[in-house]
T-cell receptor
């Protein structure tokens, strides 16, 4: 069964600083990987995804993530954080159910990002 | 136009009651999902329907019964509510006919059982 670990429960950065949120996954086949963001009281918004191809993927709001198969990682990065980036970030791995295309997402426990002015 | 909508946004009820949460998507997707987010923000899939057919049922108590009248709607009915059912329930949808794809989430329904 697949699993996702986000080692950092809470990260605090200053506005303008760079950011890296860690994500490690466990899955026997080629993974479908996602990063979602959840602002307080809101639903989940997709930031970016990796299905295949270029291992560095660009997303919305200036975020990027790099898939490293050898490290089973899919870390999220942003060169300069804005105060509006404060939210909770979830990494997820998608797996096909029963050899079909019907997939389910398995989420990590989330990383809360606090941004100091 | 909201892509995935849920009603109600908040639901407060007593133990033992029966309640329903509705979900609608206007993205034309063929697959819909229910996820539960517990008090520690842990998200876990409950059900998945593809074209009104149940595909995924993740060891959810029988008190939870999803119903999909058509592929744009997936409702969740919960019988005999318990304190532990308090959580945020998210509906999601995706298009899988062309292969695995990302899921789009609704705003969530916060259920509080007293």
């Amino acid at each position: 069964a697949q699993s996702v670990t986000q080692p950092d429960i809470h990260i605090t950065v200053s506005e303008g600083a760079s950011l890296e949120l860690r994500c490690n996954y466990s899955y026997g086949a080629t993974p479908y990987l996602f990063w979602y963001v959840q602002s307080p009281g809101q639903g989940l918004q997709l930031l970016l995804k990796y299905f295949s191809g270029d291992t560095l993927v660009q997303g919305i709001k200036g975020f990027e993530a790099e898939f490293k198969r050898s490290q089973s990682s899919f870390n999220l990065r942003k060169p300069s954080v804005h105060w509006s980036d404060a939210a909770e970030y979830f990494c997820a791995v998608g797996a096909r159910a029963g050899g079909t295309s019907y997939g389910k997402l398995t989420f990590g426990q989330g990383t809360i990002l606090t941004v100091h002015p | 136009d909201t892509a995935v909508s849920q009603t109600p946004k908040y639901l407060v009820t007593q133990m033992g009651n029966d309640k329903s949460i509705k979900c609608e998507q206007n993205l034309g997707h063929d697959t819909m999902y229910w996820y539960k987010q517990d008090s520690k923000k842990f998200l876990k899939i409950m059900f998945s329907y593809n074209n009104k057919e149940l595909i995924i049922n993740e060891t959810v108590p029988n008190r939870f019964s999803p119903k999909s009248p058509d592929k744009a709607h997936l409702n969740l009915h919960i019988n005999s509510l318990e304190l532990g059912d308090s959580a945020v329930y998210f509906c999601a949808s995706s298009q899988v006919s062309g292969g695995f794809s990302e899921q789009f989430f609704g705003p969530g329904t916060r259920l509080t059982v007293l």
